[in-house]
């Protein structure tokens, strides 16, 4: 009984670390990319149930970025939002709320996994739906070009979908680059690919809080 104690107890100053450690994370500066400054357009980072979403307006340049969608059922023309995603294949393309959630996928997302990006189109005025953050078109073009690149290419420079039912009936999952883990989340990507586009985040953003903690630190 006092081993399974101390296991609990040492369980629970783990976790209270790894929060303490996201804090901190969040309002210390990581390398940001100099870019010129702007706010001719701008992103929504999208709260969800189990993390954040980009959300990405549909312009001209934006349809003809992610054009390749259509041919996954994606349909990029007329929607008003890309919206856009990166996770652990075996916990992302699962658990849409956290109903969905069971022991093999969150085990594999925590002691590491393969990546995917779940692409989708939205409609409507979503710009409510989490912080907006403005951008340049230069910031915007960095920030498209991070997304493209970071999406794994079959032997013919093509995205390479990855089976799922998805959680709506125009998304897609595609295969991507970098390993998830516990230290590198869903939203630690978030903060990277920002940061890669001139945003200023923290170092390390693990959680959805620690996003939130470092947009209004450093917006």
Request: aromatic residues 12%.
């Amino acid at each position: 009984m006092k081993r399974l104690a101390r296991l609990f107890a040492g369980l629970l100053t783990a976790i209270g670390l790894y929060l303490f450690a996201a804090v901190v994370g969040a309002l210390v500066a990581g390398p940001t990319a100099k870019v010129a400054q702007g706010a001719q357009t701008f992103v929504v980072l999208a709260a969800g149930p189990i993390h954040y979403d980009l959300l990405i307006p549909a312009d001209s340049d934006t349809r003809q970025a992610f054009g390749f969608l259509t041919d996954f059922g994606v349909p990029v023309e007329d929607a008003d939002w890309i919206v856009v995603g990166w996770g652990s294949r075996a916990f992302y393309t699962a658990t849409g709320t956290y109903q969905d959630l069971a022991i093999g996928p969150v085990f594999q997302a925590v002691t590491g996994d393969s990546a995917v990006m779940r692409f989708d189109a939205a409609y409507g005025d979503l710009s409510g739906l989490g912080p907006t953050i403005p951008l340049s078109h230069e910031q915007m073009a960095l920030l498209r070009g991070q997304i493209l690149q970071d999406l794994n290419r079959d032997d013919l420079g093509g995205p390479i979908p990855v089976t799922s039912d998805g959680f709506t009936a125009t998304d897609v999952f595609l295969e991507a680059q970098g390993h998830f883990s516990i230290l590198r989340t869903c939203n630690v990507w978030i903060g990277q690919v920002l940061r890669g586009a001139g945003v200023k985040m923290g170092i390390w953003t693990p959680t959805p809080y620690a996003v939130t903690l470092s947009r209004w630190w450093f917006g």
